[in-house]
């Protein structure tokens, strides 16, 4: 990586801007939302039905004992119109799985009207919709009419609710749907006299996640790092399970993202005594369940299976980054058990979207090449908490890795970024030794428009903004020219345009001087 000093940027790039970051364009792609209430369960099970068939504990809201009104909260309509002041536990909500209490919610986690008062607050542009993570319900069986029935109403009320708030707002906000995975995992089409008519096993998780690609502002679709089925055959499908491959077609031929998020409370669930102690299914368990997500996915060949899959996941990669080293040297060393599957291509070649001319010593003959990781098909969020380890991610995801790092807060949670998403990006300037500006911008805003390929309106208001940070911070670029359509289409093959030093920085006198790596100069 070239020394800050030596790179050709004005002053204020490498320490504090004479104008506000806050003017920058801001898209938070990992956020959270979920409805004001939820679906009757009980009335998907009739009391002259098998009563094992509603023994699974449903998730269900009541109104917060902390909160000021004791009456059950407004239909997200009704709260756009309410106070602006009004407090913020009011109409607070106490979640609960079953009869368990799991964690109390306020206004700004179903509010529309709340949440936009904390975008303006804190300079967010858009934000990314998704369900809260407890509400997937991977382990909520499916093997009978009732229970498939209950499972589609949940999932499909989530995805209303979504969709409907994008599209009241299509400027502030866009979604990501919600499958029930479970579905894959179904022995047979039918077990219970739902006749002839009845879906094959996969088949409404399909149709669920092409209706929610049919619906306006829904762009992608969040997905756990693996699939809990709750103690039934299998225990668990991991996300290169076969029988997940009609999801990843589906996913590529809808040209859907996916955010890919752990669960953290299945852990103190299956182990409180290992996992429940200090927080440690979420400070510990979260980042290891994404780091084994990311190893599965790069060892099991999916992606070269699925060569235009776009993945991004949450929390800055986990535990994965910490772990490449680890993992490189066990797929060396150890190829029977680690590389078998992998196609040749190496973690670090997945992890960097590099692409090998010459093949890795593993490659058999006539195997895939290593152009599947060349193709961006793994982005994680901002969401590290030190600019130490940003720094240590940079590096590893080679060259250009500032642009396929995208700003998430996981709002309105406290373990995120909140309520400034991004002021690690923006206010730190220990950034300044190893980041530009421009690529502060780009994980802002542009490199969010790039992976949920939002189209060229957003990509003006990111020009824009830019155009006006650069122009009063004295920001010098190659060029100053607009995004063009050639530009993007050629984005990721310009590496081999310009003259890459070891580092992977720009060789003084090409381009539009020295820059670190991962540096996107003009665009």
Request: charged share 20%; aromatic share 8%; net charge negative.
């Amino acid at each position: 990586m070239a020394p800050a000093a030596s790179r050709d940027l004005h002053p204020s790039c490498c320490g504090s801007p004479s104008s506000s970051p806050s003017s920058l364009f801001r898209i938070d792609m990992h956020t959270h939302i979920m409805p004001p209430s939820l679906p009757d369960f009980a009335s998907f099970f009739p009391s002259s039905s098998n009563t094992t068939d509603n023994a699974y504990p449903w998730p269900n809201f009541r109104p917060s004992a902390s909160s000021i009104i004791a009456t059950p909260p407004k239909q997200p309509s009704q709260a756009d119109k309410e106070d602006q002041d009004a407090d913020e536990n009011d109409g607070a909500i106490d979640m609960y799985i079953g009869p368990q209490f799991f964690r109390r919610v306020t206004r700004s986690c179903y509010s529309p009207a709340a949440r936009l008062r904390d975008m303006d607050a804190a300079g967010v542009d858009v934000q990314v919709l998704s369900t809260v993570p407890v509400l997937f319900c991977y382990d909520a069986p499916v093997d009978t009419p009732p229970q498939r029935a209950a499972v589609r109403a949940l999932v499909r009320g989530l995805n209303d609710h979504v969709a409907g708030v994008c599209a009241e707002m299509p400027e502030r906000f866009v979604g990501l749907g919600t499958v029930g995975l479970q579905d894959f995992a179904r022995v047979s089409s039918d077990a219970s006299g739902e006749g002839e008519g009845a879906s094959a096993p996969g088949q409404e998780a399909v149709a669920e996640l092409r209706r929610v690609m049919g619906m306006p502002g829904m762009v992608g679709v969040q997905i756990g790092t693996s699939v809990e089925l709750g103690g039934r055959d299998g225990g668990v499908m991991m996300l290169d399970d076969e029988r997940l491959e009609p999801f990843w077609t589906a996913c590529e031929e809808l040209d859907a993202a996916v955010f890919v998020h752990p669960l953290g409370y299945a852990l103190t669930r299956e182990n409180p005594a290992r996992w429940g102690k200090y927080w440690g299914s979420w400070l510990v368990g979260m980042p290891s369940e994404t780091a084994l997500a990311m190893h599965v996915v790069m060892s099991s060949g999916l992606l070269v299976r699925h060569p235009r899959l776009r993945l991004c996941f949450a929390h800055g990669g986990g535990a994965f980054p910490a772990l490449l080293g680890r993992i490189q040297h066990g797929f060396n060393c150890r190829p029977d058990l680690v590389a078998t599957k992998a196609c040749g291509i190496t973690p670090t070649e997945h992890f960097g979207g590099q692409h090998r001319e010459s093949p890795s010593p593993s490659r058999s003959p006539g195997s895939p090449t290593s152009d599947a990781s060349s193709q961006r098909q793994i982005w994680i969020d901002s969401l590290m908490h030190d600019p130490d380890l940003l720094e240590y991610v940079l590096r590893k995801l080679g060259p250009r890795g500032a642009d396929r790092i995208v700003l998430g807060s996981d709002y309105p949670f406290p373990l995120g970024e909140v309520p400034v998403a991004g002021k690690m990006l923006t206010e730190d300037e220990r950034l300044g030794r190893f980041m530009s500006w421009r690529e502060r911008a780009g994980v802002l805003s542009l490199n969010a428009i790039r992976f949920l390929k939002l189209g060229r309106e957003f990509e003006d208001k990111f020009q824009e903004r830019w155009q006006q940070f650069e122009a009063a911070n004295g920001i010098s670029s190659s060029s100053g020219k607009q995004v063009t359509d050639a530009a993007w289409d050629g984005w990721r093959h310009r590496d081999s345009a310009i003259d890459l030093d070891e580092d992977g920085g720009v060789r003084k006198g090409r381009g539009s001087g020295e820059r670190s790596p991962g540096s996107v100069g003009s665009l």
